[in-house]
Nanobody, 124 residues
């Protein structure tokens, strides 16, 4: 069993930055890819970013390219999402997830364990 807990969300003005953190417990995740997804009000959950087990490869949704950075610290069992130049359309609940596989994925169904989410609200 894997337990994921996100933190770092909050209210920020457009153009601001936030750093989301995801703490994992129950299993060492250093061999597995991690992902960030988000769900805006009234919409389905969408892919944001993914990182391979080693951190050597990352991939982003077009909406976050150039603004978001996913990183991980395997020694601490942590994953992060640095979000810069935030826009009101980034407002959503952000979730981290692990797929128990070394390579990343943009597909929600590939991920087995999910956190409870952290709210990000960007005001205009």
């Amino acid at each position: 069993q894997v337990h994921l807990v996100e933190s770092g969300g909050g209210l920020v003005q457009a153009g601001g930055s936030l750093r989301l953190s995801c703490a994992a417990s129950g299993r060492t995740l250093s061999r597995y890819a991690m992902g960030w997804f988000r769900q805006a009000p009234g919409k389905g959950r969408e892919f944001v970013a993914t990182i391979t087990w080693s951190g050597s490869s990352t991939y982003y949704a077009d909406s976050g390219k150039g603004r978001f950075t996913i990183t991980r610290d395997n020694a601490k069992n942590m994953v992060y999402l640095q979000m810069n130049s935030l826009k009101p359309e980034d407002t959503a609940v952000y979730y981290c997830a692990t797929r128990l596989w070394p390579s990343g994925s943009t597909t929600e169904d590939d991920y087995r364990y999910w956190g409870q989410g952290t709210q990000v609200t960007v005001s205009s």
